[in-house]
């Protein structure tokens, strides 16, 4: 009976092997779960890129938006696991999710195998001229001495636009209004009008607005050159564990040279002079975190959003 055993442990072994030497042998899809343009996408698509270029074999993005990122979650837990499927997404389908909707057509830890984190987007609040702040201080004291007054726009309950604002009110005892939008874009917009009073958003979509002087930055998540002076929010007293984050994962039981390769051609990948310019050019900061390391911070970052979103009772979008 060992002696089976033995020879069915060389023969997967082979086939793993004999995997990785031959991956990948057709297009390879990168599932997007939101819509062309948005930040997920522009980073699918410059991974794409790079690597059908050191691959040489086609990626292609498939973007299937919805329902706050589970429509293309649940289209890539139920690909075959065989390295021709990946899903690039953003946090919320990931770490948030799962704790913010009672049933999902996923398991968001059962059904995924971690790649790489991929790349953070640093974030900044940001308002309109009119309101009286210019500090973070001065927002909050704000939100505490008229509860409400101030409204803020987001891409919708659960997204780090929402929670990061949920979690300054949480840490200081201010309270604002959440209006939510079906995205980041029609937030802007009331913003811009003035209807809507702070946002806060991935600092790409926002520095335009900023460099015009139609919107004013109170604080970053992370420095960025973009904004020199602007302190982070532990700079300005206020320190949040929010994060944005673009990241690769595959249908749980892929094989794991597989998974480990194209870890590694992805962070070959954005080393590289050409991609490394064109994420500095999104304002997108790439983490190099191998499999291993992306699954420990995912669970700690799951764990984390599980108890944050108990603690304040946050209920999904209707």
């Not at 959440?178 to 913003?191: F, I, R």
């Not at 983490?287 to 959003?305: C, I, M, Y």
């Amino acid at each position: 009976m060992s002696r089976i055993l033995l020879c069915l442990a060389l023969l997967v072994c082979s086939f793993a092997a004999q995997a990785q030497e031959t991956w990948p042998a057709r297009p390879v899809k990168l599932i997007v779960p939101s819509s062309p343009g948005g930040g997920t996408d522009v980073y699918a698509r410059i991974l794409a890129q790079a690597l059908a270029e050191s691959l040489k074999q086609q990626f292609i993005v498939d973007n299937r938006p919805g329902a706050s990122g589970n429509i293309g979650a649940a289209a890539a837990a139920r690909s075959a696991a065989d390295g021709y499927t990946f899903l690039v997404s953003a946090n919320p389908a990931l770490a948030v999710n799962p704790s913010l909707y009672k049933e999902l057509p996923y398991n968001a830890e059962r059904d995924f195998t971690p790649v790489t984190r991929g790349v953070m987007a640093p974030m900044a609040l940001v308002v309109h001229p009119s309101v009286p702040a210019k500090t973070l201080a001065e927002l909050v004291v704000l939100g505490k001495t008229a509860p409400g007054k101030l409204a803020y726009g987001s891409a919708g309950t659960g997204s780090p636009t929402f929670l990061g604002v949920r979690m300054l009110e949480e840490g200081t005892g201010a309270r604002f209004t959440h209006v939510p939008y079906k995205g980041v874009g029609a937030a802007y917009a009331d913003l811009l009008g003035g209807q809507v009073q702070f946002l806060f958003p991935d600092v790409a979509s926002a520095i335009s607005h900023l460099k015009a002087g139609k919107l004013r930055a109170l604080a970053v998540t992370q420095s960025t050159a973009l904004l020199p002076g602007t302190p982070t929010f532990a700079e300005a007293g206020f320190p949040l564990e929010v994060i944005t984050s673009f990241s690769v994962v595959a249908p749980a039981g892929t094989p794991a040279p597989i998974v480990q390769r194209i870890a590694a051609e992805i962070g070959r990948a954005m080393r590289s002079r050409p991609v490394a310019e064109k994420l500095e050019a999104q304002v997108l900061v790439p983490v190099f975190d191998t499999p291993e390391q992306f699954a420990a911070s995912l669970k700690k970052e799951r764990d984390g959003w599980a108890d944050f979103i108990r603690r304040n009772g946050i209920q999904p979008d209707q």
